[in-house]
Nanobody
């Protein structure tokens, strides 16, 4: 089992930056990749970044590429999401997730989820 706890959400203005953190505990040695998802009201959950736990290979969809950066600190069992040039449409609840298998660009196979942290971007 893997436990995930997100932090760092809040209310910011358009153009601001925010860094989200995800603390992982439990059987982290079994993790293949970590992902950050977001879900806005009335919309499907969207994968916004993922990273392999061992090698740090990353993936970003076009919607956030160049603005978001995912990173991990294996020694601390932490994953981060640096979000720059935030837009009102980035407003959502952001979730950290972990999986044992599957490609980085795939939103499937995530077995473990955090409780989410809310990000609100005002215009």
């Amino acid at each position: 089992q893997v436990q995930l706890v997100e932090s760092g959400g809040g209310l910011v203005q358009a153009g601001d930056s925010l860094r989200l953190s995800c603390a992982a505990s439990g059987l982290t040695v079994s993790i293949y990749a970590m992902g950050w998802f977001r879900q806005a009201p009335g919309k499907e959950r969207e994968l916004v970044a993922s990273i392999t736990w061992s090698f740090g290979t990353t993936y970003y969809p076009d919607s956030v590429k160049g603005r978001y950066t995912i990173s991990r600190d294996g020694a601390k069992n932490m994953v981060y999401l640096q979000m720059n040039s935030l837009k009102p449409e980035d407003t959502a609840i952001y979730f950290c997730a972990a999986k044992h298998v599957g490609g980085l660009s795939e939103k499937d196979h995530y077995s473990y989820w955090g409780q989410g942290t809310r990000v609100t971007v005002s215009s």
